[in-house]
């Protein structure tokens, strides 16, 4: 692993986040695999429990009943109608309680990251559930937040410094894949890299400064987390197939910036891990015939005003 005590000052802001991303693996069981990339292994138990529930909603939600794990990966995917140009596959209410049950096993396995609840600050409420298909999606063509192109979060108004859990669940989780950047010249790095844009490609200068680093492919039965400051693109390798994966963003405790999310995503963080069904439940308000509801900006979040996280209270249990 590549280490900058050589060639950064110990104040640079990119060494701040070096320094606090290793504090942070140190008080987890994460393993470091670049000096802002971790991975965390992923019980069988859970990460089965993850696929079934996650392929279970799957076909809920592209109404595609017939489709198992080993034919999913070459599937055509015809029914894209609760599935956003990115590839989320959005909650409605007719697959309520599939949605939820994908939420429980997705969150346990956060809760075991952070067995130290001093180290949790918030998250960005809820995770994508996200379909990667082998032919890009053509409604995603020209979009200036594709997610193909390079970028951090924070380029959608996240507070800068948020990390980013990738977690590949189903499907060529090999050749469809996050593809992480490295710097080139840590030294140059500036805070002002990760303000919002409007489009990814608002940002060229910066994603100037980064070089792609094959040596990290995902691989199943693990989670990648990556410092914002990461530049990443979803990448296909020549003949991938489909993937599903998990995607959110995270906060710790050790803050490092005092820049605010964007207005428009307030109300989409939430400050515990929550336990569904145990303590929390989201009701999904929007039948699977009608649009996912308004979005004030591309800020915001596609599931704004169509579900409703409910805790539960402590009588119902
Ligand atoms: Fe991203």
């Known amino acids: 692993m590549e280490t900058f005590d050589m060639v950064l000052n110990h104040d640079s802001p990119y060494r701040i986040r070096v320094e606090r991303f290793k504090n942070f693996v140190d008080r987890t069981n994460l393993t ?3 000096d802002l990339i971790a991975t965390h292994r992923i019980s069988e138990k859970k990460f089965s429990s993850l696929k079934a529930s996650l392929l279970s909603y799957f076909r809920k939600v592209t109404n595609q009943h017939s489709i198992e794990e080993s034919n ?24 309520e309680v599939e949605y939820n049950e994908a939420l429980s096993a997705y969150y346990s396995i956060i809760s075991d990251i952070f067995e130290d609840k001093s180290l949790f600050c918030k998250l960005h409420f809820p995770v994508n559930f996200r379909l990667k298909t082998g032919i ?33 669940v189903l499907g060529d989780i090999s050749r469809n894949r996050l593809r992480y950047y490295e710097i080139e010249e840590a030294e ?19 994603i100037k400064q980064y070089r792609p680093n094959d040596s990290i492919i995902p691989k199943p039965g693990f989670l990648y987390i ?8 979803t990448f296909l390798d020549t003949g991938a197939g489909n993937r599903i994966s998990c995607d959110s963003g995270y906060w710790i405790t050790d803050r490092i910036t005092e820049v605010q999310d964007h207005e428009d995503r307030r109300n989409e963080y939430i400050f515990s891990i929550p336990q569904i069904p ?4 989201v009701d999904c308000l929007v039948s699977e015939n009608s649009p996912h509801g308004s979005k004030p900006s591309h800020f915001s979040h596609y599931t704004k005003s169509s579900i409703r996280l409910v805790t539960k209270d402590a009588t119902d249990k």
């Not at 140059?188 to 910066?206: C, I, K, M, Q, T």
């Not at 990556?226 to 693109?233: A, K, L, T």
Request: charged share 20%; proline share 9%.
């Open 32 to 34: 470091p695999i670049s």
């Open 72 to 95: 999913f990966e070459s599937s055509e995917v015809f029914n894209t109608k609760n599935i956003t140009p990115n590839g989320a596959l959005v909650p409605k209410s007719e697959y």
């Open 136 to 168: 890009p999606d053509p409604r995603n063509e020209n979009r200036g937040l594709n997610t193909a192109i390079p970028h951090s979060d924070a380029w959608v108004g996240e507070e800068s410094d948020g990390f980013n859990f990738y977690l590949p």
């Open 188 to 206: 140059l790095f500036g805070e002002d890299w990760l303000s919002p844009v409007a489009s990814y490609n608002d940002h060229l200068e910066v």
């Open 226 to 233: 990556s410092d914002f400051s990461i530049i990443h693109q």
């Open 278 to 281: 145990e303590t929390h439940w």
